[in-house]
């Protein structure tokens, strides 16, 4: 860190670490947004980026393997990519002491799976279209050490806290970013007084190390303070990484919280993690709040004119919000617009989530940015707002098949007693389509899976966090209708994935103890929802489920001290699909996944039974 910034800070500073008064959201409805401020608001111009055409990632066939259930056999996953079209047709290859054997009687047609009932000690397995020249996957095999996982190790023994899997280098496998240590301090927790920084590494997908940026003293090691995304962001086909950085003239108020000094949004080299560009962070000042809502910071990516990816810096989620959008070219940052919240009062502010996606809601090819509460359209002015206040979560997704566009879950934490503290909202106009029906408290959950096929859509669960005196969970169908269940009978928040080989989505949850929670090493099971134990001893804290590579199933991303493992299923596929990553909306909610909250991924398109 030798960043140095002189310019009007001090001053600044003292008042951002002065306490303030904390004010209730406006409590006027939506149709103050539509009925007064919209027919008066001046539209912002359509932002046009530098691309021609979507800037995409270059994905390979995604060759992997593991032990089968059996134990003896291996079990070969691979790609299915937008690309191959309906009729692709795969051949599998061992090659073992210089000779290559073809595995496959009939080319596979259904699946993009196979295994190897009779394998040797070592081999090479490829995998190749049937009309293919060369071999398009390769995987090198050690039967003796083959495993569930791979592993990376880490540089040193600290516990990764968060993940962003991008290509670094352009050979189309997945890298990997993370964050040290695992530790957090919340803006609303007494500042770090150890001296821990947090710091972002890179890793090839073979585990190669590549670089190591310390994030510093003036960036407590907090999520809210620390937001990192990666991609291709400039279209060169190699991915960078943009995060929140300080300078060295940041402020520290008694009780160790940075309160001043100057911020930026900064982006570095994927391979290098030299410094590429950097320009200011939104700025602090009071109209956020007190000093813990001022350090809420958020980060994403939209491709706001449907082809360029820009990067979002936000900051704020309970009272003003503020998003500028950058588009990197050229090594240079160019902002294309600033959303300030207070612009657009009353309906607009403490609307905030804790974490963001983006996705094409209105159909105009581009997309909007989802907050929370409301609705950003691509061209920074507001698309709409539900006047509901924060939600914990907010989930844009496609709720039923037979449903017109998308839809977004809303779990309200404000005390809502109109029945709206639970609902559904038609993500293009923010409509509402149901709501609960009765008084919520403090909605600190929600969730939506298709884990019941007798329910047509994905159910939606939601759950009281008794901060408001109550502890309720609630478990509603895709059209709203409440499901009555024995105590336990609502599914919980943490991680789900499609892990099997039907379309219901599995769950994960702790099942043993090999030392304390602090250490990160204990098991968890993937299970169905009130079925069978599907997979054990997945071991380490969760940092993502998302489908990295084999076919279109998810692999589970957990972390260890000093070391990260990605588990894949060994569990024969039914049919295929196009990966998952190939899916806008998927690959934002993966995007966004190094940074905030956790939320499980969905899909743009119903996936379910």
Same mark, same amino acid.
């Given at each position: 860190?030798?960043?140095?910034?002189?310019?009007?800070?001090?001053?600044?500073?003292?008042?951002?670490?002065?306490?303030?008064?904390?004010?209730?959201?406006?409590?006027?409805?939506?149709?103050?947004?539509?009925?007064? /401020?919209?027919?008066?608001?001046?539209?912002?111009?359509?932002?046009?980026?530098?691309?021609?055409?979507?800037?995409?990632?270059?994905?390979?066939?995604?060759?992997?393997?593991?032990?089968?259930?059996?134990?003896?056999?291996?079990?070969?996953?691979?790609?299915?990519?937008?690309?191959?079209?309906?009729?692709?047709?795969?051949?599998?290859?061992?090659?073992?002491?210089?000779?290559?054997?073809?595995?496959?009687?009939?080319?596979?047609?259904?699946?993009?799976?196979?295994?190897?009932?009779?394998?040797?000690?070592?081999?090479?397995?490829?995998?190749?279209?049937?009309?293919?020249?060369?071999?398009?996957?390769?995987?090198?095999?050690?039967?003796?050490?083959?495993?569930?996982?791979?592993?990376?190790?880490?540089?040193?023994?600290?516990?990764?806290?968060?993940?962003?899997?991008?290509?670094?280098?352009?050979?189309?496998?997945?890298?990997?970013?993370?964050?040290?240590?695992?530790?957090?301090?919340?803006?609303?927790?007494?500042?770090?007084?150890?001296?821990?920084?947090?710091?972002?590494?890179?890793?090839?997908?073979?585990?190669?190390? /590549?670089?190591?940026?310390?994030?510093?003293?003036?960036?407590?090691?907090?999520?809210?303070?620390?937001?990192?995304?990666?991609?291709?962001?400039?279209?060169?086909?190699?991915?960078?990484?943009?995060?929140?950085?300080?300078?060295?003239?940041?402020?520290?108020?008694?009780?160790?919280?940075?309160?001043?000094?100057?911020?930026?949004?900064?982006?570095?080299?994927?391979?290098?993690?030299?410094?590429?560009?950097?320009?200011?962070?939104?700025?602090?000042?009071?109209?956020?709040?007190?000093?813990?809502?001022?350090?809420?910071?958020?980060?994403?990516?939209?491709?706001?004119?449907?082809?360029?990816?820009?990067?979002?810096?936000?900051?704020?989620?309970?009272?003003?919000?503020?998003?500028?959008?950058?588009?990197?070219?050229?090594?240079?940052?160019?902002?294309?617009?600033?959303?300030?919240?207070?612009?657009?009062?009353?309906?607009?502010?403490?609307?905030?989530?804790?974490?963001?996606?983006?996705?094409?809601?209105?159909?105009?090819?581009?997309?909007?940015?989802?907050?929370?509460?409301?609705? /950003?359209?691509?061209?920074?002015?507001?698309?709409?707002?539900?006047?509901?206040?924060?939600?914990?979560?907010?989930?844009?997704?496609?709720?039923?098949?037979?449903?017109?566009?998308?839809?977004?879950?809303?779990?309200?934490?404000?005390?809502?007693?109109?029945?709206?503290?639970?609902?559904?909202?038609?993500?293009?106009?923010?409509?509402?389509?149901?709501?609960?029906?009765?008084?919520?408290?403090?909605?600190?959950?929600?969730?939506?899976?298709?884990?019941?096929?007798?329910?047509?859509?994905?159910?939606?669960?939601?759950?009281?966090?008794?901060?408001?005196?109550?502890?309720?969970?609630?478990?509603?169908?895709?059209?709203?209708?409440?499901?009555?269940?024995?105590?336990?009978?609502?599914?919980?928040?943490?991680?789900?994935?499609?892990?099997?080989?039907?379309?219901?989505?599995?769950?994960?949850?702790?099942?043993?103890?090999?030392?304390?929670?602090?250490?990160?090493?204990?098991?968890?099971?993937?299970?169905?929802?009130?079925?069978?134990? /599907?997979?054990?001893?997945?071991?380490?804290?969760?940092?993502?489920?998302?489908?990295?590579?084999?076919?279109?199933?998810?692999?589970?991303?957990?972390?260890?001290?000093?070391?990260?493992?990605?588990?894949?299923?060994?569990?024969?596929?039914?049919?295929?699909?196009?990966?998952?990553?190939?899916?806008?909306?998927?690959?934002?909610?993966?995007?966004?996944?190094?940074?905030?909250?956790?939320?499980?991924?969905?899909?743009?398109?119903?996936?379910?039974?």
């Amino acid at each position: 860190m030798n960043k140095l910034s002189n310019y009007r800070f001090a001053a600044l500073a003292l008042l951002c670490c002065a306490a303030m008064q904390l004010h209730a959201q406006d409590p006027r409805e939506r149709y103050y947004y539509y009925e007064v /401020l919209e027919p008066k608001h001046e539209y912002k111009p359509k932002v046009d980026g530098y691309a021609a055409e979507r800037i995409t990632e270059k994905l390979n066939r995604g060759l992997t393997a593991v032990p089968a259930k059996d134990g003896k056999s291996v079990y070969l996953s691979w790609r299915l990519l937008a690309s191959d079209g309906d009729g692709a047709a795969f051949h599998v290859y061992r090659k073992t002491g210089g000779k290559t054997k073809r595995l496959t009687r009939k080319p596979v047609t259904t699946t993009c799976d196979f295994t190897d009932k009779a394998p040797t000690a070592k081999a090479v397995y490829s995998v190749k279209t049937v009309k293919g020249n060369a071999d398009e996957g390769r995987i090198e095999v050690e039967l003796a050490k083959l495993k569930p996982y791979t592993s990376i190790k880490l540089k040193d023994n600290d516990r990764a806290g968060k993940i962003a899997l991008a290509d670094l280098n352009g050979d189309g496998t997945y890298d990997y970013i993370v964050r040290t240590p695992s530790s957090n301090v919340d803006p609303g927790m007494p500042g770090d007084k150890t001296g821990i920084t947090y710091k972002i590494s890179a890793y090839l997908n073979d585990g190669t190390y /590549l670089w190591t940026y310390d994030l510093g003293p003036g960036i407590e090691p907090g999520i809210w303070y620390s937001p990192f995304v990666v991609y291709d962001f400039n279209g060169d086909g190699r991915a960078e990484v943009a995060l929140k950085t300080s300078g060295s003239d940041f402020i520290k108020d008694p009780k160790g919280r940075v309160c001043g000094g100057s911020e930026f949004m900064t982006v570095l080299d994927g391979m290098t993690g030299k410094e590429i560009a950097s320009v200011p962070w939104p700025e602090r000042n009071d109209r956020y709040g007190n000093l813990v809502r001022q350090n809420r910071n958020q980060m994403g990516v939209a491709f706001l004119d449907g082809k360029t990816p820009y990067i979002l810096a936000a900051r704020g989620t309970y009272k003003l919000m503020v998003v500028d959008a950058w588009m990197l070219k050229d090594g240079k940052l160019t902002r294309a617009w600033r959303w300030d919240g207070d612009e657009e009062n009353p309906v607009i502010r403490s609307m905030g989530a804790h974490s963001m996606v983006t996705g094409d809601v209105d159909n105009d090819g581009r997309d909007e940015i989802l907050l929370g509460s409301c609705m /950003l359209d691509d061209n920074g002015t507001a698309l709409w707002s539900s006047g509901l206040g924060h939600s914990d979560k907010a989930y844009l997704c496609k709720l039923r098949p037979d449903w017109e566009g998308l839809q977004v879950f809303l779990a309200i934490e404000p005390k809502k007693e109109d029945g709206r503290g639970v609902c559904v909202v038609d993500a293009k106009t923010g409509q509402q389509i149901w709501n609960i029906g009765h008084t919520t408290y403090h909605v600190g959950s929600g969730m939506v899976a298709d884990f019941n096929p007798e329910w047509p859509g994905m159910e939606c669960f939601a759950g009281e966090d008794r901060k408001g005196g109550s502890t309720d969970k609630y478990l509603l169908t895709a059209d709203g209708k409440k499901v009555e269940t024995k105590q336990g009978g609502v599914p919980g928040t943490h991680p789900w994935l499609w892990w099997d080989a039907d379309l219901l989505r599995e769950t994960i949850t702790r099942s043993g103890n090999n030392g304390d929670r602090n250490s990160g090493r204990w098991t968890q099971s993937v299970w169905k929802w009130k079925g069978e134990t /599907l997979t054990e001893d997945i071991e380490g804290s969760i940092l993502m489920t998302a489908d990295i590579d084999g076919d279109w199933r998810e692999e589970i991303i957990t972390a260890l001290p000093g070391e990260l493992r990605v588990y894949r299923t060994a569990i024969p596929a039914r049919d295929r699909r196009v990966t998952l990553m190939q899916d806008p909306l998927y690959r934002s909610y993966i995007m966004h996944g190094s940074m905030g909250y956790p939320q499980s991924p969905v899909t743009s398109y119903y996936l379910g039974e």
